[in-house]
């Protein structure tokens, strides 16, 4: 038997992503910065900055997943890397598609440290198991999910690609 998944469609995603930015502007937080880690953030980022009128994005890119519950020993930054200087003293918004073991989004709000001032953390789903409890969660859930942009296969096969993470 397959196992159970979450599964966001991209109008569920239009639902949420609302709905997380509604969370972010009822709590009175406002960035001046979104944050997104690549590859799966960049949806939420730019969703979350369009509700939030915030034109200000910035990507890292944080490699760990390299398939289906599997991870590399840490996350891992790849270049470029954002410049400390243009997050000094702002209120910054990490933005990712889900805190799983939650440590790429430790590793990107401990990168922020203490440059800012302020950062917190949206996501559009949650693990039990995150070491990191983020500001904003949409849902919660212990699956595997199936998100809209990663669920069909890519076009091209490269070596080494990530399917399905």
């Known amino acids: 038997m397959a196992e ?3 599964t966001l469609t991209w109008d569920l995603f239009g639902t949420a992503s609302r709905e997380l930015a509604v969370q972010v502007a009822d709590s009175g937080y406002r960035p001046d910065i979104i944050l997104s880690i690549a590859r799966g953030g960049l949806f ?3 969703a979350l900055g369009y509700a939030l009128g915030v034109k200000n994005l910035h990507v890292m890119n944080v490699e760990f997943y390299t398939g289906v ?3 590399l020993p ?7 890397v954002p410049n400390v200087v243009d ?3 702002a209120n910054v918004l990490v933005a990712d598609d889900v805190a799983d073991t939650g440590a790429t989004l430790k590793l990107v709000r401990d990168f922020c440290g203490d440059k800012v001032a302020e950062v917190r953390t949206a996501v559009v789903y949650e693990k039990p198991h995150s070491e990191v409890a983020c500001e904003y969660v949409w849902r919660r859930t212990g699956r595997w999910i199936n998100f809209p942009w990663s669920t069909l296969p890519p076009l091209v096969d490269e070596p080494g690609q990530v399917v399905d993470a």
Do not use: N, W
Request: no cysteine; aromatic share 0%.
């Open 69 to 71: 519950g599997e991870r």
């Open 44 to 46: 939420v980022a730019g």
């Open 87 to 89: 997050l000094s003293g």
């Open 74 to 80: 840490m996350p891992v930054v790849l270049p470029p």
């Open 4 to 6: 159970e998944r979450e």
